[in-house]
T-cell receptor
Framework: KAGVTQTPRYLIKTRGQQVTLSCSPI?????VSWYQQTPGQGLQFLFE???????NKGNFPGRFSGRQFSNSRSEMNVSTLELGDSALYLC?????????????FGAGTRLSVL | EDQVTQSPEALRLQEGESSSLNCSYT??????LFWYRQDPGKGPEFLFT???AGEEKEKERLKATLTKKESFLHITAPKPEDSATYLC???????????FGQGTELSVKP
């Protein structure tokens, strides 16, 4: 069974640009969560989608947004990039996000903002 | 506010030298506590999940335990391939959101 797939693996952007990251969950998984990982802040929750609806949201500015499609694939968008947005962005999928569901992570997208 | 604290930040062991990693947490309504392993340049790899105080899980040289305030990851006779960052996370009442600790970077020397 294929794992969580994130594309692209690496991105280089400049300040002010926008970026879209993609996540394909494990087959049959309907919940997708996004996290930002930096050396200083560690892993921080961005948002969670289930059945195309945002179900939970972390404390990030509105420049960070996402969506989920009917096939459970998800995209995350960051607009007006800032230097501090440089990070590893991780996507995790689980069956339904309910109790006793395990989140499985992809390899991440490494975003560098210059 | 929900919070997870891991200690130590870094741990260096000799091969075969057993030790424990600590994860203390405060959360309003624990749905689950998770341990992940992360290798450089990779995403976190799921190890264990614990749901109630007193629960224990084992996998090869690793054993995870849970109390009402903390969890321990015991590593017995570690090998160099156990070197990685070990992350602890709790899931809050809303579900779908994991709150992570800063991790313990484990290095096992032959």
């Amino acid at each position: 069974k294929a794992g969580v797939t994130q594309t692209p693996r690496y991105l280089i952007k400049t300040r002010g640009q926008q970026v879209t990251l993609s996540c394909s969950p494990i087959s049959g998984h309907r919940s997708v969560s996004w996290y930002q990982q930096t050396p200083g802040q560690g892993l921080q929750f961005l948002f969670e989608y289930f059945s195309e609806t945002q179900r939970n949201k972390g404390n990030f500015p509105g420049r960070f947004s996402g969506r989920q499609f009917s096939n459970s694939r998800s995209e995350m968008n960051v607009s007006t990039l800032e230097l501090g947005d440089s990070a590893l962005y991780l996507c995790a999928s689980s069956l339904s996000g309910n109790r006793k569901n395990i989140q499985y992570f992809g390899a991440g997208t490494r975003l560098s903002v210059l | 506010e929900d919070q997870v604290t891991q200690s130590p930040e870094a741990l260096r062991l000799q091969e075969g030298e057993s030790s424990s990693l600590n994860c203390s947490y405060t959360v309003s309504g624990l749905r689950g506590l998770f341990w992940y392993r992360q290798d450089p340049g990779k995403g976190p790899e799921f190890l264990f999940t614990l749901y109630s105080a007193g629960e224990e899980k084992e996998k090869e040289r690793l054993k995870a335990t849970l109390t009402k305030k903390e969890s321990f990851l015991h590593i017995t006779a570690p090998k160099p391939e156990d070197s990685a960052t070990y992350l602890c996370a709790v899931e809050d009442n809303q579900g779908g959101k994991l709150i992570f600790g800063q991790g313990t970077e484990l290095s096992v020397k032959p």
